[in-house]
């Protein structure tokens, strides 16, 4: 592999000085060349410069004033200035002001100069590795306490949703244990087999969280239709629907994550709905050919979201409304599946005349960092 060729920027203000530095480096170095500081900005302006050499003694702008100047846009690259053995004022100065990362004297010899120049680049180089990893490990240390919040979130809702479902099933058994033959023993049972039910969707979304979480994806050819067809199937009679999707679309991605999603994003259509209203779904699906991305939206005619709530609803346990049959995990888990998938879901408008969502899905797959 080919060591990589650094790009140097060099200014003086003298002709001969710019040609003897290009001619005894340019086999080492990318040298960009600048008679005057001026100059020197628009190359930095333009080029990824690695290492920057300025004469001091130079008209309308010293080399200190250049690094001075240029330290605001450019502080991470090292500085090197040249001077003259009898400018000591200048050299207190470059260190102060210019913040520069060595001095050299003149006349400069090219061994000398050459090994000034790898220390400053090597330096440069382990300053700017220890920044990315600062950087990974501020991240990553970002990533752990929202994982951590999540997990605590996770744990505590978790509870609190199972053990008032059971104080209920416990209580209304118990109420039937002491009088079989009472008259209330049927509506007994239907609220048992009601409470069973929430529990048991509880119970199935916490177990997709788990598979989000923790399964490799399995990305086969996607048929769109085929899944909302399904979805229709077991919702027939409950919903009014208008579908449009897309035949050409050619989606690679998995199966198992994208039919969740969407019975998660109906799922929260239905419970959302006006009491006494017919729940319409309209779901359209189309190419993003500019973007090579999918666009799935989902509109429905429910009680929309208010502006306070925007933020919130993909959040884990979220409900919008107290009065709502749903238990806070359906969003959460279409944003988790999605992003798994590389995509994104957003809500592009909301009203009390219903909710539009828009899931962007790549169409070829995409690795996401875990």
């Keep these: ?13 003298e002709e001969g000085n710019l040609r003897v530095f290009k001619s005894s480096f340019k086999w080492y170095y990318n040298i960009f060349l600048a008679n005057s500081g001026e100059e020197g900005i628009q190359i930095l302006n333009n080029e990824k410069i690695d290492l920057i050499i300025t004469d001091q003694r130079m008209p309308n702008m010293t080399g200190v004033e250049f690094l001075e100047k240029i330290i605001p846009t450019y502080p ?9 053995y009898t400018d000591l004022e200048s050299i ?12 050299v004297t003149k006349p400069w010899e090219v061994d000398d100069l050459k090994a000034v120049i790898e220390n400053a680049l090597q330096v440069s180089m382990l300053k700017s590795e220890n920044l990315d990893l600062v950087t990974n490990l501020k991240k990553a240390n970002k990533q752990l306490t929202s994982a951590l919040h999540q997990l605590d979130t996770f744990v505590y809702k978790a509870s609190h949703d199972l053990k008032g479902p059971i104080a209920t ?5 118990s109420l039937a244990l002491k ?4 008259a209330d023993l049927p509506e ?8 069973a039910n929430k529990m048991d969707s509880l119970l199935a979304k916490l177990l997709i969280v788990n598979v989000i979480n923790h399964d490799n994806l399995n990305y086969t050819s996607i048929n769109l239709s085929e899944i909302v067809n ?16 897309d ?20 799922e929260n259509s239905v419970n959302y709905t006006y009491p006494k209203r017919p729940c319409k779904i309209k779901i359209i699906a189309e190419n993003d050919s500019k973007n090579n991305n999918i666009l799935i939206n989902v509109v429905d005619n429910g009680k929309g979201i208010n502006n306070e709530m925007m933020d919130h609803v993909f959040n884990m346990f979220f409900r919008g409304d107290e009065s709502s049959q749903g238990n806070g995990l359906g969003l959460y888990v279409v944003k988790m599946a999605i992003n798994k998938l590389g995509g994104s879901v957003k809500i592009k408008n909301s009203s009390d005349e219903g909710t539009h969502f828009i899931i962007t899905l790549p169409n070829e797959p995409k690795v996401i960092e875990e």
């Design 169 to 173: 099933i416990l209580g209304l058994s």
């Design 230 to 245: 399904d979805l229709i199937g077991v919702l027939e009679g409950e919903i009014i629907w208008d579908v449009n999707i």
């Design 1 to 13: 592999m080919n060591k990589k060729k650094f790009n140097i920027l060099f200014v003086d203000d």
């Design 179 to 182: 009088e079989p033959n009472n």
């Design 188 to 195: 007994y049972l239907t609220k048992i087999d009601q409470t």
């Design 92 to 103: 207190i100065e470059a260190v102060n002001n210019g913040r520069i990362f060595h001095y």
């Design 247 to 266: 035949e050409s679309i050619n989606l690679i991605s998995d199966e198992k994550l994208i039919s969740v999603s969407l019975n998660n994003m109906v």
């Design 76 to 84: 991470n690259v090292p500085r090197i200035i040249v001077t003259g």
